[in-house]
């Protein structure tokens, strides 16, 4: 007597994510993969949309200007805030689509709606 062939039939919500795509998703969560930045990340949130000067993290975080300043660069390059020159002062903010973008790992539907 043969033995059935089972199928797995389970859907999937969303499509394959592309290997550029998945590299830029990776990055972001590497940079979102630290204590500090998170921190900074979350006072960037509760001051959208004007944005932080560099010099208004260093007491609150309890590390250095230069600390302050390596961290901005390396969420700057994951491409999750945005820097704003005004005179001799640099303001973050974060980028409209940066939080979406992370959102949609967690729950595919919200790729769906976004594109």
């Known amino acids: 007597m043969a033995t059935p062939t089972l199928v797995c039939d389970t859907p999937l919500v969303a499509t394959a994510m592309g290997d550029a795509e998945a590299e830029a998703l990776a990055q972001a969560l590497k940079a979102v993969a630290d ?3 998170v921190k ?3 006072r960037l949130i509760s001051a959208a949309p004007d944005g932080v000067c560099v010099c208004d993290l260093t007491a609150p975080l309890g590390i250095a200007q230069p600390s302050v300043s390596y961290h901005l660069r390396i969420l700057r390059q994951a491409g999750l805030i945005e820097r704003r020159q005004e005179r001799n002062f640099a303001y973050f903010s974060i980028r409209d689509d940066a939080l ?3 959102a ?3 729950d595919p539907t919200l790729q769906e709606s976004s594109t």
């Open 40 to 42: 900074i990340l979350h």
């Open 104 to 106: 949609a790992l967690l």
């Open 35 to 37: 204590t500090n930045r």
């Open 100 to 102: 979406r973008r992370l």
